[in-house]
T-cell receptor, first 116, second 117 residues
């Protein structure tokens, strides 16, 4: 079975540019999560969706960040304009709600973002 | 608020040694879930195990074992006869159950395990 698929794996861009990260969750999973990992702050939850609807975006650092989930198989995280401090590894994860509540989140391989 | 503490920043062992990674958590929820994830040098996050707050039965899976003690709010992870391939960052995570299913995870800061020959 295919896992969570993220693209691109690596992104290097200049400050001020728009960055779009993409995620395809595992088929049948109705929860999708976006995380950011940095040395300073560790793994932080940015936003999560349930059935394509954003439920909690309290972790989104500022208005430059936005996320969408137009359908059950695709989500984007956009940064506009990007800044050097946005450099991090961004992970997408998905899980399903059927059955017990202890469903694990399955993570993609991450996107390593560098803003110059 | 939920909190996960992994006091060990880095552990180095020699291959074949046993190693225990500590995890202490704080939560006011009566129902909660604990997880361990592994992040090898390649960077991906791999799910290892989950436990719910009602299941204190410890588990052994091959060289891995887990010790969940609700009385001390600890969920420790032991690797027996460690191997070089076990070198990774290990994260403990606590979930806040979301109504209707799914979990919002709070991660610890991770423990870097280095297994040397």
């Amino acid at each position: 079975d295919a896992g969570v698929i993220q693209s691109p794996r690596h992104e290097v861009t200049e400050m001020g540019q728009e960055v779009t990260l993409r995620c395809k969750p595992i088929s049948g999973h109705d929860y999708l999560f976006w995380y950011r990992q940095t040395m300073m702050r560790g793994l932080e939850l940015l936003i999560y969706f349930n059935n394509n609807v954003p439920i909690d975006d309290s972790g989104m650092p500022e208005d430059r960040f936005s996320a969408k989930m137009p359908n059950a198989s695709f989500s984007t995280l956009k940064i506009q304009p990007s800044e050097p401090r946005d450099s991090a590894v961004y992970f997408c994860a998905s899980s399903h709600s059927q059955g017990a509540k202890d469903q694990p989140q399955h993570f993609g391989d991450g996107t390593r973002l560098s803003i110059l | 608020a939920q909190k996960v503490t992994q006091a060990q920043t880095e552990i180095s062992v020699v291959e074949k040694e046993d190693v225990t990674l500590d995890c202490v958590y704080e939560t006011r929820d009566t129902t909660y879930y604990l997880f361990w994830y592994k992040q090898p040098p390649s960077g991906e996050l791999v799910f290892l195990i989950r436990r719910n707050s009602f299941d204190e039965q410890n588990e052994i899976s091959g060289r891995y074992s887990w010790n969940f003690q609700k009385s001390t709010s600890s969920f420790n992870f032991t690797i027996t006869a460690s191997q070089v391939v076990d070198s990774a960052v290990y994260f403990c995570a606590l979930s806040e159950g979301i109504t209707g299913g799914g979990n919002k995870l709070t991660f610890g800061t991770g423990t870097q395990l280095k297994v040397e020959l």
